[in-house]
């Protein structure tokens, strides 16, 4: 009873440390966007996220400066687009209005909110939600503690079920019973713990969580553990578990993770990659459960079989074990890429340099397995006593990962966080004068095409102290436009070297100069800038039919879609067609001609000619050659809405 206590209590922390964690659905972006100056109040505001959101859950208030609410109603879903949510705005006229929004991730109930402001004729307070806030905050103690219960017991039924029935047939009858309800009642305790966090966390009882998706979601790993507890209870009788009944209770908590597994970031992968992704971390976690719940269940056998049946198990087990960690580490490679996105995630976020110590510590785990594998079974039955306190060691080197696991469960993957704080995160450049005798710093934010609120930080260059100007200003010249040409904006000083304003400048996309002018008494100085706003997280649909170019159908933010395409779409001579389709369905009027540039990836894009074919179609004339090319569109709608889009096509 002792071993089997201490392998319980050592699966329980192991495997805590080593499965996915759960859903989270961060602000991508807004229309009307933090900071923006609209000529005209907004008739709706439209957030997309991350990962699609729960309506029924989620909210979106919006206020003007007197706190009066001018949204109307419940925050509703956007027809075509799962990721975003809308709510109806009742705005009075000119001022700033605050967004407030609290949403429940459909993927697997975590909470997520934030507030931002824009302005309608006039420049909003707050220009861009803070990267602190992207990230969202951490799940709540009694969620990461559920789904530690719901792992270990479906683990723990998965290990059992093929040890006791194919490492060691013997144990179908010999194992004792309890252990097994034990690994069933914590599947089903975990799921149940999982619902009541995520209504605590969402604000709402149980019965109007139950109610919607996430309540289905929770239905569908429920069953099978309860399904697992009718086969077991059907046994309940016999003096041991049946083969036949321990392989149906494994096959069931199988399908409870499978059930996880769709609920969770793999099953919120979008497109083709979906199944795929859904497998790999579904054979992830069936890795997990053979490795570790079949480790468990072996010791838990201890004296109760006969020495040369638990010799033949320990081999059984042994290469079965093998097998598994080969697929925990490959799977786990695969779900790491999709959830990390990056090196440089991987090593300058938390999510990231967590994924690298399990990772060292998964090797630890295997460099013990392979002490048993090719030093210990080969020598049996006369070094049983060193199997269990390698394998001891194994479980309990895995508990060390404990305190990790309870900080990654509450982190969202290195992509997700990484493409948040990125779109709060301001643009910032540097340069000094051509003399050297000035040093700016100017930060541009949120850094859209748009409206934009400017700080710039003057220092004199050899000494780095604050420079006091009598006159600061910006002028802005398009590089891809050079016809629209130059605006300025004078900034006021804030003290201590800073100096401050909002405009709506950085009208379009494309790369910028930005000369910075520092006039002070006797001298005045110019230091030349390169600026490239932003891009905006975008979603593409491709439609592609015989005989006809291939369409794009790009969202642009606010229920406006960009549908893009070349004619005739090889390489040569190209007409790109640009056509702007309203949230109504109907094609958008664009009162300016838009901008469309075409370049190599990697390099500077250059301007085509282009000419208005419709009230929103325009289409721009390039010579595009063999191979991969960047083609970038950037527009303004009547109400001052950006209307950029990137396309990137091989021809």
């Not at 069953?223 to 149906?248: D, H, K, N």
Request: hydrophobic content about 50%; charged content about 15%.
């Amino acid at each position: 009873m002792r071993a089997a206590s201490a392998a319980f209590s050592a699966l329980l922390i192991a495997l805590a440390a080593t499965l996915p964690v759960s859903g989270h659905a961060l602000l991508r972006r807004a229309q009307p966007g933090p900071g923006a100056i609209l000529q005209r109040a907004p008739d709706m505001a439209t957030l997309t996220f991350t990962e699609e959101p729960e309506p029924a859950l989620s909210t979106i208030q919006v206020v003007d400066a007197n706190g009066r609410v001018v949204s109307s109603g419940a925050a509703q879903p956007v027809a075509g687009d799962p990721l975003a949510l809308s709510v109806p705005i009742r705005a009075a006229g000119h001022g700033v209005y605050t967004v407030s929004w609290r949403t429940v991730s459909r993927v697997d109930g975590h909470v997520t909110g934030g507030a931002f402001a824009f302005g309608v004729g006039v420049s909003p307070a707050a220009a861009a939600l803070s990267p602190a806030a992207a990230a969202g905050p951490p799940p709540s103690t009694a969620s990461i503690l559920s789904r530690w219960i719901f792992y270990t017991g479906v683990a723990g039924l998965t290990g059992t079920a093929w040890v006791w029935t194919l490492a060691a047939p013997a144990a179908s009858a010999a194992g004792p019973t309890w252990y097994v309800w034990l690994w069933c009642a914590a599947a089903f305790t975990g799921v149940a713990g999982i619902g009541f966090a995520q209504a605590a966390a969402a604000g709402v009882d149980i019965g109007r969580l139950l109610a919607t998706s996430l309540g289905v979601s929770l239905l569908l790993r429920a069953l099978p553990v309860v399904l697992a507890a009718v086969v077991l209870g059907v046994l309940r009788r016999r003096p041991g578990p049946r083969r036949w009944g321990l392989a149906a209770a494994g096959v069931c908590a199988a399908a409870a993770m499978l059930a996880h597994v769709a609920a969770g970031h793999a099953g919120a992968t979008p497109g083709a990659l979906r199944p795929v992704n859904i497998a790999v971390q579904w054979l992830h976690f069936l890795g997990i459960g053979c490795w570790l719940g079949g480790l468990a269940a072996l010791l838990v056998l201890g004296a109760r079989l006969a020495s040369d049946q638990a010799v033949a198990a320990a081999r059984r087990f042994s290469t079965g074990a093998g097998i598994a960690i080969v697929a925990v580490a490959a799977t786990g490679v695969l779900r790491a890429v999709d959830n990390v996105g990056s090196w440089d995630a991987l090593l300058s976020t938390d999510y990231g340099r967590l994924v690298m110590i399990k990772a060292a510590l998964l090797l630890v785990l295997a460099a013990l397995g392979a002490v048993n594998r090719y030093r210990v079974i080969p020598r049996l039955p006369a070094r049983a006593g060193t199997l269990r306190r390698v394998g001891g060691a194994e479980l309990a080197a895995a508990a060390i990962v404990l305190l990790l696991t309870g900080v990654l469960t509450g982190l969202a993957p290195a992509r997700q966080t990484e493409e948040a704080v990125a779109a709060a995160r301001p643009v910032v450049v540097t340069g000094q004068d051509f003399a050297t005798s000035v040093r700016v710093r100017l930060e541009i934010a949120p850094g859209y095409p748009g409206a934009n609120r400017f700080v710039l930080r003057a220092v004199d260059y050899d000494t780095g102290r604050p420079i006091a100007a009598d006159r600061v200003s910006l002028a802005f010249r398009s590089n891809e436009r050079p016809d629209l040409g130059t605006s300025t904006l004078d900034l006021r000083a804030a003290g201590n070297g800073v100096y401050t304003a909002d405009g709506a400048n950085l009208s379009l996309g494309g790369t910028w100069t930005v000369t910075a002018l520092v006039q002070r008494a006797t001298t005045s100085v110019d230091v030349a800038l390169a600026v490239a706003p932003k891009f905006r997280p975008q979603t593409i649909r491709t439609i592609r039919a015989p005989g006809q170019p291939t369409l794009y159908s790009i969202d642009v933010g606010g229920g406006i879609v960009l549908d893009a395409y070349l004619d005739p779409d090889r390489p040569g001579f190209n007409e790109l067609h640009a056509t702007y389709i309203s949230p109504s369905g109907q094609e958008l009027p664009v009162p300016t001609p838009i901008t469309i540039a075409v370049g190599r990836p990697g390099q500077p894009l250059r301007a085509v000619p282009v000419r208005r074919f419709g009230p929103g179609h325009f289409i721009g004339d390039a010579q595009l050659g063999p191979g991969a090319w960047r083609i970038e569109y950037s527009g303004t709608a009547r109400d001052g809405t950006v209307l950029d889009a990137r396309l990137d096509v091989t021809l």
